[in-house]
């Protein structure tokens, strides 16, 4: 559709020139006229640059309270409450910002790829990097799709060069991302990470689909030959995109999913990889994926050879590459599977406590699933510079807008009624805590999902550790067993202890604001600390 037809007088913008849904290299001659800082790299993808936030600002994030919405939203620090005067102040400020600009680019997608559930998503934005980067993490609609759209379900206003006045009332800072679940609109200001729609477009799934039944999820899927799926949780930096794209099975979604009564689909038609020291010989599946179409976000190069240099932390460590699924050579498109037979929950543990594989009872997979224990790797978030432990309901806490038993319970429901199997990695250090210890090498941690996947795991020995009582096999195809058991890892096995115990407080403090809402199974599933720690 050319720019002088295409309208959007109902979403309170009347500018004329309007780019909806261009081919990504027509988004690549507009980046380079129009978006400074914007450049073609000698891979054929775009480098861009998304301004003095690096990261997302969840601190700046609001959902409007309604009369519709306020007795089921888990308000708190994660979804902070806004009035909706206060929205309409920022609605209008994004409105009359977008209406001075000379062009905007529309992209129209769908969230989630079982047609069933997906969610018509408009995006509206000033960046032409923005808008190529929607076009990747959405799912691509057909021509006649297109054509035949109509009204979207959600929209999103992305003014992000544009500040919040941070006296407006509610406002922490000059950035500003709502959301509004009775207008199915988001506003962001003052950002310009790209991340901050992702994120939102999941946020709004995570409100929607539990309505229908419909577990969502932060994690990652891909499927084996026999067409048995495997599901990996965890936050940024656990290993989620690196350890689901595997060329032995075909990956269904790096980042974001739902589980119905069929099976599982994936949110989104992209990725977004963290590229921080990406080299072809540990991660060749993404790699490979850096193209042509391809966003490189904050990554460094050299502007006369234009050669990508995934070394460089010039600008921050959250470097990252969108691109669409169908990048990855071995991606299963549609992105739908099968009931999981595995889930394996990730966990960047910074005290190098947690063993690298344990079994885990139905018990204390709900445990660590309302947990959510692992450490925000440094440049995720904005002031986020060292590994620090953190605990995020769900594996995706920041996300959630239900209290998080809601989800726990649904997935407990279907782990029952499928069969599926719970696995707790460690993906973080080993040998001692952040300063001392070593992270476990990701050939080890491949060759550890391997075996789960493969059925190895399921009757091997194993020992149980004192504090956590997690069942941890003592060997492994193709690992040193000497790194299966944490505390013979450590020089000084009392320090190890001492730091397990540590740990297992952190765990039963955190746990004690879900305990009203958990069964005393669940509850025991947790750390054993001796009275005298």
């Known amino acids: 559709m050319s720019k002088q037809t295409f309208d959007l007088t109902k979403h309170d913008i009347t500018v004329e020139n309007i ?75 994004a409105t009359d910002y977008l209406n001075t600009c000379e062009r905007l680019y529309v992209i129209d997608g769908f969230a989630g790829w079982d047609p069933e559930y997906r969610l ?27 054509e035949s759209f109509g009204e979207p379900d959600f929209v999103v206003y992305n003014a992000g060069k544009f500040p919040a006045n941070k006296f407006t009332e509610g406002m922490t800072s000059d950035a500003s991302v709502d959301v509004n679940f009775e207008t199915n609109t988001m506003v962001i200001l003052g950002t310009e990470y790209a991340g901050e729609m992702k994120k939102g477009i999941f946020t709004v799934m995570n ?27 965890g936050l940024s930096g656990t290993g989620k995109t690196t350890l689901s794209a595997d060329s032995s099975r075909k990956l269904i979604g790096d980042d974001e999913h739902c589980w119905s009564d069929k099976g599982i689909f994936n949110i989104e038609g992209g990725c977004y990889a963290k ?20 966003v490189l976000e904050n990554v460094g190069y050299d ?97 959630l807008v239900w209290p998080p038993s809601r989800y726990a319970e649904m997935l407990a429901k279907k782990m029952k009624e499928h069969g599926a199997k719970a696995w707790l990695i460690n993906t973080g250090l080993t040998g001692g805590p952040y300063g001392t210890g070593e992270r476990i090498d990701l050939k080890s941690t491949r060759a550890i999902i391997n075996a789960i996947l493969e059925g190895k795991l399921d009757e091997v020995n ?57 069964s005393d199974e669940i509850i025991n599933a947790g750390p054993k600390i001796s009275e005298t720690a």
């Open 207 to 233: 409100y929607l689909m539990p309505k229908e039944d419909v577990l969502s999820m932060h994690c990652s899927a891909n499927e084996g030959d026999d067409g048995d799926v495997a599901l990996f949780f």
């Open 462 to 518: 194993t020992e149980k550790d004192d504090v956590f009582s997690l069942e941890i096999p003592t060997s492994c195809p193709d690992v040193n067993p000497e790194i299966l058991i944490p505390r013979n890892t450590w020089s000084d096995p009392k320090a190890y202890d001492k730091q397990a115990e540590k740990l297992g407080k952190l765990f039963t403090k955190n746990f004690e604001k879900y305990a009203k809402e958990s």
């Open 303 to 399: 502007p006369v050879t234009r050669e990508v240099d995934f070394d460089d932390t010039t600008i921050t460590v959250n470097t990252r590459a969108s691109y669409p699924i169908e990048f990855i050579s071995n991606a299963k498109i549609p992105c739908v599977g099968n009931h999981p037979k595995n889930i394996i929950f990730l966990t960047y543990d910074a005290f190098g406590v947690l063993p690298p594989v344990s079994k885990l009872t139905p018990e204390q997979a709900m445990y660590h699933f309302v947990s959510g224990y692992t450490a925000k790797v440094a440049g995720t978030e904005v002031g986020v510079t060292d590994p620090e432990a953190t605990f995020s309901a769900c594996f995706g806490a920041a996300f």
């Open 120 to 146: 018509k998503v408009r995006i509206i934005a000033e960046r032409p990097y923005h808008g190529l980067f929607m076009h990747n993490m959405l799912i691509r609609p057909t021509q006649e799709e297109l």
């Open 275 to 294: 590229t921080i020291h990406l080299s072809e010989e540990k991660e060749p599946e993404i790699y490979n994926a850096i193209k042509f179409g391809t």
């Open 19 to 93: 780019i909806r849904n261009p081919a990504p290299g027509r988004f690549y001659e507009e980046a380079v006229k129009y978006d400074s800082g914007s450049a073609l790299t000698e891979k054929g993808s775009l480098v861009v640059r998304s301004g003095k936030r690096t990261g997302r600002s969840p601190a700046d994030k609001r959902v409007v309270n309604t009369d519709s919405v306020s007795d089921e939203i888990w308000w708190g620090n994660i979804n902070i409450a806004l009035d909706e005067h206060t929205f309409k102040i920022n609605h209008q400020r």
